[in-house]
């Protein structure tokens, strides 16, 4: 059996429909995901959304809707945009899904038989669209001296007979976990801001409900539902098995979150799951946010986008291919349509796209696509090769440890070799001058092609699946990569190379999509 391999984006909250920023997160998890399974691993890639709390109330009292017409229409509009960004989820949870009730009410009966759940008084801020509770010393004036929470977000002043969680017990226990374990919260940016926050001390926190009903209920306790944090993080759990095990994936290898989010996924999680007897997860780490043209997005500021008409626009593979080249990971990044086509039209459809598409339709044409005979081979050859190979591995490391613009970096080096080998070699001036060395340079290429194909996979599944297919290479796992023996069985097959159409087409700058 191969190792279990645990991946999960944040579950957005359906109250609105997606943004750039939610389709970033996804797109992200999933190359992850795709690359893992690559290299072996048994992959569980889970996504979702998140369905109760205060906020989902107020959004449907102001439409006039009932809360759970709101969750169902909006989460339908989230798993649309999985499935037309190619997000290869094994599940997409929603926190009103039965089996969730279940494993959210079996924490909280684990953490009250260790003793750190008490009824109180809870007096306090809290913000709605955070949906979080704040200490007084966290908040920061706004205008005319209202008070924001650190988000920039209202708070309203709360009291309210509650629940609550002991999270003051854990402070040593997590600092003693951040210790022993520096990947636990990455990058180290994040890592630093939650050592400082969890060294200042920890209040207990506030983990029901009295004033709405929009949740799981606390057992037990008539009138409480769970604070929507308490309910949301279980869902890693729920997806997991738990708490009917077995738990072949648990502990999570790769919590995937946004910046805002750190605190709840680094200090209230392992908390609860330390006080439950749970494992924890390997790592949490906190992407950076996205921008439109460096700004922030705002429904205000009309720059919010639909990542659905950004997919149509510049293709599903040319959002995914921008938004994990261009944003060094963990990083804010900022995206423009004129952003966007520069980067696709250079990278994948120029240099890689007609690096495929030249070679493939030479072959089809000239050689009735029969894969090209040995050859007279020389050095270059083999030094492409040799290139390729580095470039690709240079993307596997990279992605081994997140580093996902790095890893394009290095295979775009890959591809930029052979770009320069296609110059210097010219094979189309070879057919009539020397076709033994023309049929050794097209067989060089077409392996390149290939394993470059494979190591992208991840990243623009639809066009490398494409030059794939039209090479008839089947095995894209890691393992395939420099597997000589596939060139020989495939040339002997009498496979034909047909003509493709690209993989990679060219983008227009689209006419009305900036505002002027
Ligand atoms: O926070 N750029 O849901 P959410 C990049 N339900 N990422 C962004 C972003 C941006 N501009 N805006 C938001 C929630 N995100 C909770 C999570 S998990 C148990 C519960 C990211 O819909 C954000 O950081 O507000 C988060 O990781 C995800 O989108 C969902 O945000």
């Given at each position: 059996m191969s190792a279990p391999y645990y991946i999960t984006t944040a579950i957005s909250y359906p109250n609105g429909r997606p943004h750039i920023g939610h389709a970033y997160e996804a797109i992200a998890a999933d190359a992850i995901a795709r690359f893992?399974?690559?290299?072996?691993?048994?992959?569980?890639?889970q996504t979702g959304t998140d369905e109760h709390g205060l906020k989902m109330v107020q959004t449907a009292r102001d439409r006039g809707i009932g809360v759970r017409a709101l969750a169902d229409e909006m989460s339908g509009h989230f798993q649309a945009m999985c499935d037309a960004l190619a997000i290869s989820y094994d599940r997409f949870i929603r926190t009103t899904d039965a089996d969730h009730h279940r494993a959210s009410q079996a924490?909280?009966?684990?953490?009250?038989?260790?003793?750190d759940l008490y009824l109180d008084r809870y007096e306090g801020w809290y913000s709605v669209r955070d949906e979080a509770?704040?200490?007084?010393?966290?908040?920061v004036d706004g205008e005319g001296g209202a008070k924001l929470s650190p988000q920039g977000t209202p708070v309203t002043w709360t009291a309210e007979e509650t629940w609550f969680f002991r999270l003051s017990k854990y402070q040593q226990p997590l600092l003693d976990l951040y210790d022993a374990n520096p990947d636990f919260i990455r990058p180290e940016s994040r890592r630093n801001e939650i050592l400082r926050f969890v060294e200042g001390g920890l209040s207990d926190l506030s983990v029901s409900r009295t004033s709405f009903d929009w949740g799981v209920p606390v057992p037990g306790s008539p009138g409480h539902v769970m604070y929507v944090w308490v309910d949301a993080?279980?869902?890693y759990l729920t997806g997991a098995g738990y708490p009917h095990g077995p738990m072949p994936h648990w502990p999570a290898d790769l919590h995937l979150i946004g910046k805002d989010i750190v605190r709840f996924h680094a200090v209230y999680w392992p908390a609860f799951l330390l006080s439950a007897g749970i494992a924890l997860p390997k790592t949490?780490?906190?992407?950076?946010?996205?921008?439109?043209?460096?700004?922030?997005?705002?429904?205000s500021l009309g720059n919010v986008v639909d990542p659905l008409d950004l997919s149509r626009v510049f293709g599903v593979d040319g959002l995914r291919y921008f938004l994990l080249r261009e944003v060094s990971f963990g990083q804010d990044g900022s995206y423009s349509a004129e952003a966007i086509v520069t980067r696709v039209n250079a990278e994948l459809a120029n240099a890689f796209g007609n690096?495929?598409?030249?070679?493939?339709?030479?072959?089809?044409?000239?050689?009735?696509?029969?894969?090209?005979?040995?050859?007279?081979?020389?050095?270059?050859?083999?030094?492409?090769i040799e290139e390729v190979v580095v470039a690709c591995a240079g993307l596997k490391t990279a992605f081994e440890d997140l580093m996902l613009s790095q890893g394009i970096e290095a295979w775009l080096r890959g591809v930029y070799a052979c770009n320069q080998y296609i110059d210097v070699?010219?094979?189309?001036?070879?057919?009539?001058?020397?076709?033994?060395?023309?049929h050794a340079v097209l067989g060089t290429l077409v392996r390149a092609i290939r394993m470059l194909a494979i190591a992208i996979l991840p990243v623009v599944p639809r066009g490398a699946a494409h030059i794939l297919d039209i090479l008839g290479a089947e095995a894209r796992d890691h393992d395939a990569v420099d597997d000589d023996a596939w060139y020989a069985r495939?040339?002997?097959?009498g496979f034909r190379i047909a003509t493709p159409t690209p993989a990679f087409p060219r983008l227009e700058m689209p006419v009305e999509a900036e505002p002027a």
């Open positions: 893992q399974r690559q290299a072996g691993r048994d992959v569980r890639f924490i909280w009966e684990a953490m009250a038989e260790a003793g509770f704040y200490d007084e010393k966290e908040l993080l279980t869902n949490v780490f906190g992407h950076g946010f996205l921008l439109h043209r460096g700004e922030k997005m705002s429904k690096l495929a598409q030249r070679t493939l339709s030479f072959i089809a044409k000239n050689l009735e696509g029969a894969f090209p005979e040995p050859g007279r081979s020389d050095p270059a050859d083999a030094m492409l070699q010219a094979p189309w001036s070879l057919r009539k001058t020397d076709p033994d060395r023309m495939t040339a002997a097959s």
